[in-house]
């Protein structure tokens, strides 16, 4: 298993990001699919997850998140992206993607994770 996250930076408050995930080593286009975060000093928290198929039903967020970011993937390119926008302060953390056990879990029970993206938000 191999998670590749890209796209992290520093903006200002109110700005936006993308955040891509290349995924190998697994059935990407099987899998529930999902973003953390972890903050400084914190632990690693869910942000969003959607299915298999990508299906906007099927996406769902922690809460301090709904509104601002959008999650999606590309099964064909076995991609998983997070589009953030209005981005505040205590967005700022380090962003992983990994795997779900199964649809409606917010917490992954992966081994592997990838190195993270930082995201900085500050003016």
């Known amino acids: 298993v191999q998670l590749l996250e890209s796209g992290g930076g520093l903006v200002q408050p109110g700005g936006s990001l993308r955040l891509s995930c290349a995924a190998s080593?697994?059935?990407?286009?099987?899998?529930?699919m999902a973003w953390f975060r972890q903050a400084p000093g914190k632990e690693r928290e869910f942000v969003a997850a959607?299915?298999?198929?990508?299906?906007?039903?099927?996406?769902y967020y922690t809460k301090s998140v709904k509104g601002r970011f959008t999650i999606s993937r590309d099964n064909d390119k076995n991609e998983l992206y997070l589009q953030m926008n209005s981005l505040k302060s205590e967005d700022t953390a380090v962003y992983y993607c990994?795997?779900?056990?199964?649809?409606?879990?917010?917490?992954?029970?992966?081994?592997?994770w990838g190195q993270g993206t930082q995201v900085t938000v500050s003016s």
């Open positions: 080593g697994f059935t990407f286009k099987s899998e529930t």
């Open positions: 959607l299915d298999w198929s990508g299906r906007d039903h099927s996406k």
């Open positions: 990994n795997t779900l056990p199964y649809y409606g879990s917010e917490q992954s029970a992966a081994k592997t």
